[in-house]
């Protein structure tokens, strides 16, 4: 039997079931996301641990997240951290921020982590100024796809090698899917071009994970 999108699905659910534990607060943190009325949009937690292992493998002391949403992706990122750490977080809308800044403190990692309130593309070069070139261990992405090719200029200057440039929806994005036909969305063709942008890139070893909507994954050589 090929794949389906029914086959996907539960392959989904069975990754959650072996690689997705997580503390109680972690579990519930999207469901009172969505009803404080956030969108459910957040990697699944078997992303979420594959985010904590990537990190911790590189030894992560500065990370930079685009797109912090409810705080979710943020918080695995964040205890990925080697001691003294810190996550850079870019979150433009002020009830996603303030929604995620209550949760960082919750959960007892408010001192590690730092929303910057704004869009990625206007915090993005003010970071590289900042962190300098190579300041950076690991850049995630989890923002407006079809911006996802500009980001990629100063996501590479910021990291380090070695470092990885991580990016969520590399495949996927729940009303669309890279297999659909160019032109039929903002989303899918940026993401596609990001994806192909890297894979050319002789900077970085690259690779895709075909986990929920797809992880790429590139390390800065």
């Given at each position: 039997?090929?794949?389906?999108?029914?086959?996907?699905?539960?392959?989904?659910?069975?990754?959650?079931?072996?690689?997705?534990?997580?503390?109680?607060?972690?579990?519930?943190?999207?469901?009172?996301?969505?009803?404080?009325?956030?969108?459910?949009?957040?990697?699944?937690?078997?992303?979420?641990?594959?985010?904590?292992?990537?990190?911790?493998?590189?030894?992560?002391?500065?990370?930079?997240?685009?797109?912090?949403?409810?705080?979710?992706?943020?918080?695995?990122?964040?205890?990925?951290?080697?001691?003294?750490?810190?996550?850079?977080?870019?979150?433009?809308?002020?009830?996603?921020?303030?929604f995620?800044?209550?949760?960082?403190?919750?959960?007892?990692?408010?001192?590690?982590v730092?929303?910057?309130?704004g869009?990625?593309?206007?915090?993005?070069?003010?970071?590289?100024?900042?962190?300098?070139?190579?300041?950076?261990?690991?850049?995630?992405?989890?923002?407006?796809?079809?911006?996802?090719?500009?980001?990629?200029?100063?996501?590479?200057?910021?990291?380090?090698?070695?470092?990885?440039?991580?990016?969520?929806?590399?495949?996927?994005?729940?009303?669309?899917?890279?297999?659909?036909?160019?032109?039929?969305?903002?989303?899918?063709?940026?993401?596609?071009?990001?994806?192909?942008?890297?894979?050319e890139?002789?900077?970085?070893?690259?690779?895709?994970?075909?986990?929920?909507?797809?992880?790429l994954?590139?390390?800065?050589?």
């Amino acid at each position: 039997m090929g794949m389906t999108p029914e086959r996907w699905t539960a392959i989904g659910a069975y990754l959650d079931d072996v690689f997705g534990e997580q503390s109680e607060r972690m579990a519930t943190l999207m469901p009172r996301a969505v009803a404080a009325g956030l969108p459910d949009i957040a990697v699944s937690a078997s992303v979420g641990h594959f985010l904590h292992v990537l990190c911790r493998a590189v030894g992560a002391r500065t990370i930079v997240e685009v797109g912090t949403l409810g705080g979710y992706s943020g918080a695995w990122l964040a205890r990925g951290l080697e001691p003294g750490g810190r996550l850079i977080t870019i979150e433009p809308e002020t009830l996603h921020a303030d929604f995620a800044q209550g949760e960082f403190e919750a959960m007892g990692l408010a001192d590690r982590v730092e929303i910057r309130r704004g869009f990625g593309m206007d915090i993005l070069p003010k970071l590289v100024s900042e962190l300098g070139e190579g300041g950076v261990d690991v850049v995630f992405l989890d923002a407006i796809k079809s911006e996802y090719p500009e980001y990629l200029p100063h996501a590479k200057a910021m990291l380090r090698c070695g470092g990885l440039l991580i990016a969520d929806n590399a495949l996927g994005g729940g009303s669309w899917w890279i297999n659909d036909p160019e032109g039929s969305c903002e989303s899918r063709d940026g993401a596609d071009r990001f994806n192909r942008l890297v894979a050319e890139d002789a900077d970085f070893d690259s690779a895709c994970v075909p986990i929920r909507e797809g992880v790429l994954v590139a390390r800065r050589v």
